[in-house]
């Protein structure tokens, strides 16, 4: 119940931690008194944009399969699922990396290239968070017995399931957060 009520009241901070990113946008945006907030050279590469989202996506929808595999209690479909997130979430990390290096902008480049960076960075720090969290729970279960696999207190989907369901609801949150980020900030010109 504890871990419920604290990713819920995570997941309302990182909302309303966000909100100041939007907020700078549209303010930036409409304040525009020199024309700079979005100079015709600080067009943020899409293609970047869309790979770091399918991998954003793509790492919440495996994990999602992956959570709903850890009721039977064996572990296995477990343990790939929740590999396979922590794959592309890390996926997700090296192309927001990479799309820095090949930026043809730097953050003093008008309104719009400082709320890029600073959106995008804060959310690679929260998306490498939880990607941290898949990775402990992966490892959890790794290190977890197959003697203890059954429905007593020591089996794996005992101990793991509350820990992954308050990830979910941090993920889900964050890939609304990814979203948002994209129109805003690839799409909206």
């Given at each position: 119940?504890?871990?419920?009520?604290?990713?819920?009241?995570?997941?309302?901070?990182?909302?309303?931690?966000?909100?100041?990113?939007?907020?700078?946008?549209?303010?930036?945006?409409?304040?525009?008194?020199?024309?700079?907030?979005?100079?015709?050279?600080?067009?943020?590469?899409?293609?970047?944009?869309?790979?770091?989202?399918?991998?954003?996506?793509?790492?919440?929808?495996?994990?999602?399969?992956?959570?709903?595999?850890?009721?039977?209690?064996?572990?296995?479909?477990?343990?790939?699922?929740?590999?396979?997130?922590?794959v592309?979430?890390?996926?997700?990390?090296?192309v927001?990396?990479?799309?820095?290096?090949?930026?043809?902008?730097?953050a003093?480049?008008?309104?719009?290239?400082?709320?890029?960076?600073?959106f995008?960075?804060?959310?690679?720090?929260?998306?490498?968070?939880?990607?941290?969290?898949?990775?402990?729970?992966?490892?959890?279960?790794?290190?977890?017995?197959?003697?203890?696999?059954?429905?007593?207190?020591g089996?794996?989907?005992?101990q793991?399931?509350?820990?992954?369901?308050?990830?979910?609801?941090?993920?889900?949150?964050?890939?609304?957060?990814?979203?948002?980020?994209?129109?805003?900030?690839?799409?909206?010109?």
């Open positions: 119940r504890n871990l419920a009520v604290g990713a819920r009241l995570l997941a309302s901070g990182v909302v309303f931690f966000f909100m100041a990113f939007v907020f700078a946008f549209f303010y930036l945006r409409a304040l525009n008194t020199n024309h700079d907030f979005h100079p015709a050279h600080t067009n943020p590469p899409t293609g970047w944009g869309v790979a770091i989202l399918l991998c954003v996506l793509g790492s919440t929808a495996v994990f999602e399969l992956a959570r709903r595999a850890l009721d039977d209690g064996k572990g296995s479909p477990w343990r790939i699922g929740a590999l396979a997130a922590l592309l979430g890390l996926a997700a990390v090296v927001q990396c990479v799309e820095y290096y090949n930026l043809p902008f730097g003093t480049d008008g309104g719009l290239a400082s709320v890029f960076l600073g995008t960075v804060v959310f690679g720090v929260f998306w490498l968070g939880a990607v941290y969290w898949i990775e402990t729970l992966w490892a959890q279960s790794v290190r977890q017995p197959a003697s203890a696999a059954g429905d007593g207190v089996a794996p989907s005992a793991l399931r509350p820990s992954a369901d308050a990830l979910a609801i941090y993920l889900y949150v964050l890939v609304l957060v990814e979203l948002f980020a994209f129109v805003l900030l690839y799409l909206v010109k």
